[in-house]
T-cell receptor, first 113, second 113 residues
């Protein structure tokens, strides 16, 4: 497809379980972003990659959150030992380069029971 | 501490009339502002943007106005159409940062028939 895709679209996890969320950016897009959107809030920045380099991870809420983009294309956001406060929609976005429009995927809705 | 504020959680407008969505910001280092539109179960879609060197940008039915001295921007939609019913996010990008976008909480726009 032509847009950003994310999988799974929905994930239910038991508290303490590890989860992995996948993002397939638009082909050729250099920059990739992860955002967390809690209910009733706007998206909040988590981390940013330029190709395979993670240039900013200042938004990751704890060391339980880890993101990677090993080949500069697909990215995975991993959350270890999930907590109820991790319940949110996780959005991935990509752009052609620094300063250009970010295109968002549909998000993964994570529910931690 | 919200750097981008959308103080109206929702707004209802008659079809055919003008919709005005407002946004305030606190960080004088923001140099680029964006509006995103979001339908349920979809990711945000870029709508229109404005650089801090301008005070107006127009694209079809959508116009964004920027008042730097007041740290205020607004999105005007005219005429409003049923398909405009969505959540609108105001967002801003700081000067010389890693492309991080700071979002407001969003305003839900209802276009009434």
């Amino acid at each position: 497809g032509a847009g950003v895709s994310q999988s799974p679209r929905y994930k239910v996890a038991k508290r303490g379980q590890d989860v992995a969320l996948r993002c397939d950016p638009i082909s050729g897009h250099v920059s990739l972003f992860w955002y967390q959107q809690a209910l009733g809030q706007g998206p909040e920045f988590l981390t940013y990659f330029q190709n395979e380099a993670q240039l900013d991870k200042s938004g990751l809420p704890s060391d339980r959150f880890f993101a990677e983009r090993p080949e500069g294309s697909v990215s995975t956001l991993k959350i270890q030992r999930t907590q109820q406060e991790d319940s949110a929609v996780y959005l991935c976005a990509s752009s052609t380069d620094w300063g250009t429009t970010q295109f968002f995927g549909p998000g993964t809705r994570l529910t931690v029971l | 501490d919200q750097q981008v504020k959308q103080n109206s959680p929702s707004l209802s407008v008659q079809e055919g009339r003008i919709s005005i969505l407002n946004c305030d910001y606190t960080n004088s280092m923001f140099d680029y502002f964006l509006w995103y539109k979001k339908y349920p179960a979809e990711g945000p879609t870029f709508l229109i943007s404005i650089s801090s060197i301008k005070d107006k940008n127009e694209d079809g039915r959508f116009t964004v106005f920027l008042n730097k001295s007041a740290k205020h921007l607004s999105l005007h939609i005219v005429p409003s159409q049923p398909g405009d019913s969505a959540v609108y996010f105001c967002a801003a990008r700081p000067l010389n940062r890693d492309d991080k976008i700071i979002f407001g909480k969003g305003t839900r726009l209802h276009i009434l028939p």
